[in-house]
């Protein structure tokens, strides 16, 4: 499995996801959750504790966590209400050449502006 995670994105492997972020007080939506799922050709679907380390070790976190964080706010661009997105990142990832050269707020800030949207 750890050669098969290279090119997990380019072979349309990796699947992005929303996790809805309900305020347990009002009931309402507030957020969403960037997810990422693995569909492996044999296995199935790929539990993120499986894959994400697997990910770390192949080299490939950064390539896919770059990847959700950019989905994560194009999709976040053409929301018209206020709500607000939370994307995972691991350590290695904000160690990683993406992150370690614009700082984690650069990388986020790098990632709208490549989504078309502007904070507020």
């Known amino acids: ?9 380019e072979a349309g492997m990796a699947h992005p996801r929303a996790g809805q972020l309900v305020n347990c007080l009002t009931l309402v939506t507030d957020g969403y959750e960037a997810l990422v799922r693995w569909r492996h050709l044999a296995r ?4 993120p504790g499986d894959f ?11 390539k896919i966590g770059q990847w959700v964080i950019e989905i994560a706010c194009r999709t ?3 929301w018209t209400d206020q709500a607000w997105v939370a994307v995972n990142v691991s350590a290695i990832q904000l160690a990683g050449p993406t992150c370690r050269i614009w700082s984690a707020p650069r990388c986020r800030n790098r990632a709208w502006t490549r989504a078309g949207w502007r904070s507020k």
Do not use: F, K
């Not at 994400?52 to 490939?60: D, K, N």
């Open 1 to 9: 499995m750890h050669s098969r995670i290279r090119g997990v994105i």
């Open 44 to 47: 199935g679907l790929v539990a």
């Open 52 to 62: 994400i380390p697997l990910a770390e070790q192949a080299g490939q976190i950064d």
């Open 76 to 78: 976040a661009a053409g």
